[in-house]
């Protein structure tokens, strides 16, 4: 997206299009492996020597707030920011925290018949498939 496109998106849902959010949003747009908000901040700095990680922060839950990230917790203390608002599920690597999105069909919560859901968090832990591949050749040569 340029930044008139997500200048465009931010005005769109009521978000004030400051340089620094289009520059967050972008940051975890254009980054896949669900950056928590000290690895945007890392991200942005160079670029951007006077980013603050408070306005890092700031940033991610104003986009938040207006529905234009998502916020998903793979750990007790660690929150990443995804841009994909599509349903799906997320599976973080335990080895090396590779976040990986994962589709989830939509008949997934039928035994909540009579609730009215209006949020949904599938994570699940465990070894990735370029981990799980090293675990199990390290312990063929052992």
């Known amino acids: 997206m340029t930044s008139t496109q997500i200048k465009d998106l ?11 959010r289009i520059s967050v949003y972008r ?7 669900h ?11 160079k670029d951007n ?3 603050s990680l408070a306005t890092v922060y700031n940033s991610v839950e104003a986009l938040c707030g207006a529905g234009l990230l998502r916020r998903i917790n ?3 203390n660690e929150s990443r920011y995804d841009a994909d608002m599509s ?3 997320h599976f973080k690597c335990d080895r090396c925290g590779k976040v990986i999105d994962f589709p989830v069909k939509d008949d997934f919560a039928q035994g909540l018949s009579g609730f009215a859901v209006t949020r949904r968090e599938i994570c699940f832990g465990g070894l990735c498939p370029d981990c799980l591949a ?8 052992n």
């Open 74 to 76: 793979v750990d007790d």
């Open 134 to 141: 090293q675990e199990q050749q390290t312990k063929q040569c």
């Open 10 to 20: 931010l005005e769109s849902k009521g978000v004030r299009a400051t340089h620094q």
């Open 87 to 89: 349903r799906h599920g």
């Open 27 to 33: 940051a975890v747009c254009e980054h896949p492996v």
């Open 49 to 51: 020597p006077a980013l």
């Open 35 to 45: 950056p928590c908000a000290s690895a945007i901040y890392d991200a942005l700095k």
